[in-house]
């Protein structure tokens, strides 16, 4: 969670792909791919998806770890927040 914004990824095995994560703030809800953090479904004020892409692009590399675990229904690691 940061500025608001939480950030989720289910780890139940086989979850569906492309791999991604969701993301809520207040009334809105979005699934956003992590391959090239684009919108699979739903809708997010312009500041925060901004700020979802920024730290998604940073953390590129350990969302795809996290995935990884998820998909073998494993807990994922926390990934540290955007300050």
């Not at 207040?26 to 998806?49: A, F």
């Not at 979802?52 to 969302?63: F, N, P, V, Y």
Request: hydrophobic share 40%; with cysteine.
């Amino acid at each position: 969670m940061f500025f608001g914004i939480i950030i989720r990824m289910y780890y139940s095995p086989k979850e569906h792909n492309p791999p991604h994560i969701h993301a809520y703030f207040q009334d809105s809800v979005i699934t956003i791919k992590i391959m090239d953090c684009e919108i699979i479904e739903g809708q997010m004020p312009v500041r925060q998806l901004r700020l979802i892409q920024a730290w998604m692009e940073i953390h590129k590399d350990e969302l795809f770890a996290d995935w990884e675990l998820c998909q073998n229904g494993e807990k994922p690691f926390q990934i540290e927040p955007l300050k």
